[in-house]
């Protein structure tokens, strides 16, 4: 049978533990009640003090630009206006031009590059002010040929970068990063071209 001494012992250590986990119990509702009184205070001052609208507007600023796509006939390339993501430099402006004109028209335009064809690079010689634009294998193996949709391919390209880019005035067309000698065999791609305002549909001479 337990002494006098070793009775109060224990019920000393039961009253400890008891106080340690009344203690822990408290600690954890502190800590609750203050995450809580957090996150309601910044919902709070966001509701009462929300993002200024210039603000929002630069994270979703975008650039209005012209493409350009074949006409239904495909003989003429006609202008297009899309809105895209505005960059901070000029090669990542125009690799989103690419990208844009890659995923087609819009409207009832007629696309000038096949689909699943992406760009690899643009980069761009600011002295010769020419942009030397890469793109994967799938050009050459999807591409319809023809010299009329080469020809569409080249300068709906050549017209977008140039129309919307300053600093851009001839483009060269690569694929793999490599220098090709056309596209299907109709039309020579080892040289670099310039706007084609021919090509452009009458009355969009200004694109």
């Known amino acids: 049978m337990a002494t006098k001494k070793q009775r109060r012992t224990t019920e000393r250590k039961v009253k400890e533990k008891k106080k340690r986990m009344k ?10 009640v203050v ?7 910044v919902v709070l001052f966001e509701y009462i003090f929300p993002p200024k609208k210039d603000d929002v507007a630069k994270k979703r600023e975008k650039l209005e630009v012209i493409l ?13 206006k899309r809105y895209i993501p505005k960059e901070e430099n ?3 402006q125009a690799r ?6 890659l995923e087609g028209s819009k409207g009832k335009l007629v696309n000038t590059f096949p689909a699943k064809v992406t760009v690899e690079s643009v ?9 030397y634009v890469s793109f994967d294998s799938n050009l050459l193996q ?3 040929g023809g010299s009329a949709s080469e020809m569409a391919t080249i300068y709906s390209l050549t017209n977008t970068l140039t129309r919307n880019i300053s600093g851009i005035k001839m483009v060269k067309l690569l694929v793999a990063g490599k220098e090709v000698e056309s596209i299907k065999g109709h039309i020579n791609t080892r040289q670099p ?4 305002k021919d090509l452009l549909a009458p009355g969009a001479k200004e694109g």
């Open 142 to 144: 999807l591409h319809p």
């Open 123 to 131: 980069r761009i010689d600011g002295d010769r002010q020419i942009a």
């Open 193 to 196: 071209f310039g706007m084609n």
């Open 23 to 32: 203690k822990s119990f408290l600690f954890l509702i502190v800590v609750s």
């Open 90 to 92: 000029v090669e990542a």
């Open 68 to 80: 350009y796509f074949s006409d239904a006939n495909e003989r003429f390339l006609v202008p297009e």
């Open 35 to 41: 995450v809580f009184l957090i996150i309601f205070f």
């Open 96 to 101: 989103e031009l690419v990208r844009a004109l």
